[in-house]
Nanobody, 129 residues
């Protein structure tokens, strides 16, 4: 019964930045969920981007993206954010947020989409050159 809605995607030129948001509703235990971001380009598998533990104390990033992408959360607003900087055309994808009711993450399980219980509908990010 947790609903996740992403926003903030759009068309941006290479080198630009976006801030994606994911707002949760309908749940009673958002503050106990770990949250993750994944992305999927046409014809590609869904790839891990970043994750954050229930209290924001632990973050995990895809190795290739660390330094350009930043994940954060505001439990009072039931929102998780993904700031994406220095965007490249290969970053073009649908970006999804997901919630893991377990709440705790580590470098292995956080990267596996099967670990997550709820998913948003995605927001499109298109980077042009």
């Amino acid at each position: 019964q947790v609903h996740l809605v992403e926003s903030g995607g759009g068309l941006v030129q290479a080198g630009g930045s976006l801030r994606l948001s994911c707002v949760a509703s309908g749940g009673r235990t958002f503050n106990n969920y770990a949250m993750g971001w994944f992305r999927q380009a046409p014809g590609k598998e869904r790839d891990f981007v970043a994750a954050i533990s229930w209290n924001g104390g632990t973050t995990v990033y895809a190795d290739s993206l660390k330094g350009r992408f930043t994940i954060a959360r505001d439990n009072a607003k039931k929102t998780v954010y993904l700031e994406v900087d220095s965007l490249k055309p290969e970053d073009t994808a649908v970006y999804y947020c997901a919630a893991d009711s377990y709440g705790v993450i580590d470098d292995t399980s956080a990267r596996n989409p099967s670990e997550y219980d709820y998913w948003g509908q995605g927001t499109q990010v298109t980077v042009s050159s």
